[in-house]
């Protein structure tokens, strides 16, 4: 019997699993909620979205939408769940949570080959081929176990929560509905801000209290793409004005005006009964942030069902433990993939999933492992968090930053827009004629 364990039942242990229940493998899911929670989850549901409800973009001249379109190519079982149970939201591809969860669970228990067990994994198991897919909110002796089986520190980061409030609530006498960036369809709810109402914004939010970091968290670094809103704060009055409050393009179709800053709310259930404040992740103490978005032109009522928070997140030493098959060089019966790894996004923690399950299943078959060339965007990323020449190892996501560059003139290369269509359509053209 060819069989294989699964630590983890989040997005990547999911999408792990499923990829080689496909294959004929044998699975033993383990997945430590309710028995154990972690302080971020708020279900015992496998694949819960944790912080946002967002997957990013599907647009494919974007990182993310090229990554979201080699995963369809390749096969991924939840990334087309998530486009089953997409919502409104423009460009991005956002989901119903619950029904995302209700969904993979229900595709988890029509396969045969998974088992899927309610049990907390203390140790990487020696008996049969493993995929650690943890989380970045791995148990504390997990991680103390895998820390000393690598042989080198964990490193650590923060990540935050934003709120979300109920849609009842909010005064549409003063918010709009209009889309991000006004592009595509108009399915976020805006509340508009003159200079007068985010100065006052600003001045409870930089004065706010925040909860006080355990001792053994003050190690930790924030990944950039997911600073609390505090933070980004204390780089400048104007700081959130150009990043989430940024009101360009985003014109009152009442008044025709564009207005100082905008507060953008983004749908998070299927009812559109709940919205997330979009880029609010936050770790200030909840009586602060009752204040905060009371303080919101059209929130001054808002029942906020979920409050932000922040926890610490840990993921290992990629470039010194791992192939860019996600294969551990350590042991080759020993895959990592998800958080645990360094990536950062639900797209690449699925994408790092089904890799993982692609070629854990090629090991188990005694086939060779898939090394996507660094044209494509899954390619890319994990030949960059396998990189053992990085001194300075952080989480990333897909950027193109890290794709191999075109060989073309410097014109080209300066025209971005262009750029990222060609670097698009070299991956596109690539999978084509891909074959698993």
């Known amino acids: 019997m060819t069989k294989a364990i699964v630590v983890g039942a989040g997005l990547a242990g999911c999408e792990a699993a499923l990829q080689l229940a496909k294959r004929g493998i044998e699975v033993d899911l383990y997945e430590m909620r309710p028995l154990k929670t972690t302080g971020a989850h708020t279900t015992q549901n496998p694949a819960e979205f944790v912080c946002s409800n967002s997957l990013g973009s599907f647009d494919t001249t974007n990182a993310s939408g090229l990554l979201k379109a080699e995963m369809k190519a390749m096969g991924s079982f939840l990334i087309n769940i998530a486009f089953d149970v997409s919502l409104p939201a423009g460009n991005a591809l956002a989901i119903d949570r619950s029904l995302f969860s209700q969904k993979v669970e229900e595709l988890l228990k029509k396969s ?35 820390k000393t089986f690598t042989g080198s520190q964990h490193l650590h980061f923060f990540d935050a929560i934003a709120p979300i409030v109920e849609k009842e609530s909010i005064n549409f006498e003063k918010a709009f509905y209009a889309s991000r960036y006004d592009k595509g369809e108009a399915s976020y709810i805006n509340c508009p801000m003159n200079k007068e109402e985010y100065e006052r914004f600003y001045e409870i939010l930089i004065n706010a209290p925040k909860i006080e970091l355990k001792e053994f968290e003050k190690d930790a670094k924030f990944f950039e793409s997911c600073l609390p809103i505090e933070v980004l704060a204390s780089r400048g009055t104007d700081t959130l004005r150009y990043g989430p409050m940024k009101p360009v393009g985003l014109v009152d179709k009442r008044t025709g005006t564009e207005n100082y800053a905008v507060v953008q709310l983004r749908q998070d259930d299927k009812s559109a009964t709940m919205y997330n404040l979009v880029g609010f992740q936050t770790n200030l103490k909840w009586g602060s942030q009752k204040e905060l978005v009371h303080s919101i032109p059209g929130l001054e009522n808002a029942n906020i069902l979920r409050y932000g928070v922040m926890h610490r997140n840990t993921f290992i030493n990629s470039p010194n433990l791992l192939n860019p098959t996600l294969q551990c060089r350590k042991r080759e019966d020993l895959f990592f ?76 290369k300066k025209n971005k827009k262009l750029k990222n269509e060609m670097l698009s359509k070299r991956s596109i053209e690539y999978f084509e004629n891909f074959q698993v």
């Open 112 to 146: 045969e080959k998974i088992n899927f067990i309610r049990k907390e994994i203390t140790q990487i198991p020696q008996n049969l081929p493993v995929v650690i897919a943890s989380g970045p909110l791995t148990s504390d002796t997990l991680a103390e176990d895998i």
């Open 337 to 412: 993939a998800g958080q645990i790894t360094g990536t950062e996004g639900y797209t690449e923690s699925i994408a790092s999933g089904m890799l993982a399950g692609i070629n854990m299943a090629k090991y188990l078959l005694k086939e060779p492992l898939l090394e996507l060339p660094q044209i494509t965007m899954l390619g890319a990323l994990t030949h960059y968090i396998s990189d053992s020449s990085q001194k300075h190892f952080q989480p990333v996501n897909s950027n193109w930053g890290i794709v191999e560059e075109l060989n073309v003139d410097k014109k080209i």
